[in-house]
């Protein structure tokens, strides 16, 4: 994650949000999602209200909701930053 955070400042771009979607049964993550959180706003320079975590279950469905494997979809946005240059 610190690579592709350095190539976006080269190129002049910021987090604009983050999404991440957890799909698995178990373990809960309720508990550890605020450090999720941290981690990830600490390692791309980005603040607490650009970074969204969710967590869902697949309901029994496929290897995911037999509890055999877990998904993670993630979505993020740039913005490019105008008027500054690289601080690389």
Same mark, same amino acid.
């Given at each position: /994650?610190?690579?592709?955070?350095?190539? /976006?400042?080269?190129?002049?771009?910021?987090?604009?949000?983050?999404?991440?979607?957890?799909?698995?049964?178990? +373990?809960?993550?309720?508990?550890?999602? +605020?450090?999720?959180?941290?981690?990830?706003?600490?390692?791309?320079?980005?603040?607490?209200?650009? #970074?969204?975590?969710?967590?869902?279950?697949?309901?029994? #469905?496929? !290897?995911?909701?037999?509890?055999? !494997?877990? !998904?993670?979809?993630?979505?993020?946005?740039?913005?490019?930053? #105008?008027?500054?240059?690289?601080?690389?």
């Amino acid at each position: /994650m610190e690579h592709a955070y350095d190539v /976006m400042k080269y190129y002049g771009y910021q987090i604009g949000n983050i999404d991440v979607t957890l799909i698995l049964e178990r +373990p809960k993550v309720a508990s550890f999602k +605020p450090r999720m959180k941290e981690n990830i706003v600490k390692l791309l320079h980005t603040t607490e209200g650009r #970074v969204n975590i969710k967590a869902r279950t697949h309901e029994k #469905v496929d !290897s995911v909701g037999e509890l055999r !494997s877990l !998904s993670c979809h993630v979505v993020v946005t740039l913005e490019k930053v #105008v008027g500054k240059a690289a601080d690389i």
